[in-house]
């Protein structure tokens, strides 16, 4: 008996020296003071390229939806089809902004397809909790019940720009994956550690590195009650936090919505699990490599078609003409 209380006190020993260590990297570590240093420098990103501008071809509807749990989230609609012929285009935006960024993309695609672009949970201009969820997957969970009332039959594409595309990659690999038929990944971030990522995303992306290893020992035992702690900046442009869109930015992301917005640790698995997709990038790309996309995805999937476009950033891919007419040629082929 005294050697069981001898391994009990070990093991108690060993648990708190466990978490001390967590704790002491979490809070080594503040979201505040220098950790804010470079909020509002830029990130060589030119946001320029994808805020307002709805375009007059055709009306957007902004509306709302019941996400996960029944909260009321927006959505903006762009040529709704009662009829139900046409394939339904889901569209998910970026980090740090919300669903206007695909207003005109939208409106251009909404003779080919009935287009929701849902703005994520914690983003906008009036989310509950900016920069957080309730759960790692909630995001997962909110699209779908987006397309919950989508009729069996009907062809659904899943499209993503940025962290929105690794969201998508996340989507196909989860529980909901099987809801997709087709996967538009406009130049999707992959993981942090993934040959595709430039250092820190081409200086947007500004994490809080020894809070997210401590945060990540807490989760590896089970404890998530410190999930909402700030693990992620960004490097908004000024001009965007002080114009008349200021409003619609989030500037940093907690550990939940952080992790929740990506494929998960083992990316090749998530990527493994697309349906046949489309992945778009632009060869002037600041934040991802994008030479680096096809021989990374293909060591693991056949089912890709991949399109450089010459001279466009990160962002600009997004309105690119060269993406527009590749979206089409996707949409037709579903017809």
Not at 51 to 73: D, I, V
Request: a negative charge.
């Amino acid at each position: 008996m005294i050697w069981l209380t001898r391994i009990g006190i070990v093991v108690g020993v060993s648990v708190l020296v466990y978490l001390g260590i967590a704790l002491g990297l979490i809070l080594s570590q503040r979201a505040t003071g220098a950790e804010m240093a470079g909020q509002g420098s830029g990130g060589g990103l030119d946001f320029s390229a994808i805020r307002g501008g709805e375009s007059p071809e055709r009306a957007l509807e902004r509306e709302s939806y019941a996400g996960a749990g029944g909260t009321q989230l927006p959505v903006t609609v762009a040529g709704r089809d009662p009829s139900g012929a046409k394939p339904v285009l889901v569209m998910v935006h970026g980090s740090g902004w919300d669903g206007t960024q695909f207003d005109r993309l939208a409106a251009r695609l909404a003779d080919v397809a009935e287009v929701r672009v849902p703005t994520l949970r914690g983003h906008g201009k009036n989310p509950e909790r900016r920069g957080d969820v309730d759960y790692i997957g909630q995001m997962e969970d909110d699209l779908a019940a987006l397309l919950r009332d989508v009729e069996d039959g009907r062809p659904v594409v899943m499209l993503g720009h940025s962290s929105g595309g690794g969201l998508v990659v996340r989507f196909a690999g989860g529980a909901h994956g099987a809801m997709i038929d087709r996967a538009v990944l406009l130049a999707p971030f992959l993981q942090y550690d993934a040959p595709t990522t430039r250092e820190n995303s081409g200086g947007w992306a500004r994490p809080l590195t020894r809070r997210i290893i401590g945060l990540s020992m807490l989760n590896t035992i089970g404890i998530h009650a410190l999930d909402h702690l700030t693990a992620m900046r960004f490097a908004m442009p000024r001009e965007v936090l002080d114009g008349p869109e200021g409003d619609r930015a989030t500037t940093a992301y907690s550990w939940r919505l952080n992790q929740g917005y990506a494929p998960r640790r083992d990316w090749r698995g998530d990527v493994a699990a697309l349906p046949p997709f489309l992945l778009v990038a632009g060869t002037g790309d600041e934040a991802f490599r994008p030479d680096a996309y096809e021989p990374a995805m293909s060591e693991v999937t056949d089912t890709g078609r991949y399109l450089l476009v010459e001279g466009v950033g990160h962002l600009g891919i997004v309105n690119a003409p060269e993406t527009e007419q590749a979206i089409r040629e996707v949409l037709n082929d579903l017809g």
